[in-house]
């Protein structure tokens, strides 16, 4: 079964760290290009940030550039999205994505709450 299973939200505190993890199974992540999104209640997806298949290139939005992370370790087919200085402004469910010519898959995403 092809599915993507995000893990690692919570609550956590303005000023905070929390690292989501992002695994596959059913197929290999390294031939895909890989990306975080977080939606908010009330607002449109957002496209927190990306990496390469190879992991040699990322990027980010504005919003989360120089706090956010994004890593891989296609050997454990496992993407992650460290998050560090957390503000209430990121609270959102934060989804993987995995994309390449052929397909695209999602998961279910993870919520995360930054609430003091």
């Given at each position: 079964?092809?599915?993507?299973v ?5 609550l ?17 992540l ?8 977080r ?6 997806r957002?496209?927190v ?7 040699g ?29 957390l ?30």
């Amino acid at each position: 079964q092809v599915q993507l299973v995000e893990s690692g939200g919570g609550l956590v505190q303005p000023g905070g760290s929390l690292k989501l993890s992002c695994t596959a199974s059913g197929f290999p992540l390294l031939w895909y290009i890989m990306s975080w999104y977080r939606q908010a209640p009330g607002k449109e997806r957002e496209l927190v940030g990306s990496i390469t298949s190879n992991g040699g290139s990322t990027n980010y939005a504005d919003s989360v550039k120089g706090r956010f992370t994004i890593s891989r370790d296609n050997a454990k087919n496992t993407v992650y999205l460290e998050m560090n200085r957390l503000k209430p402004e990121d609270t959102a469910k934060y989804y993987c994505n995995a994309h390449n010519n052929f397909a695209t898959y999602r998961g279910q995403g993870t919520q995360v709450t930054v609430s003091s």
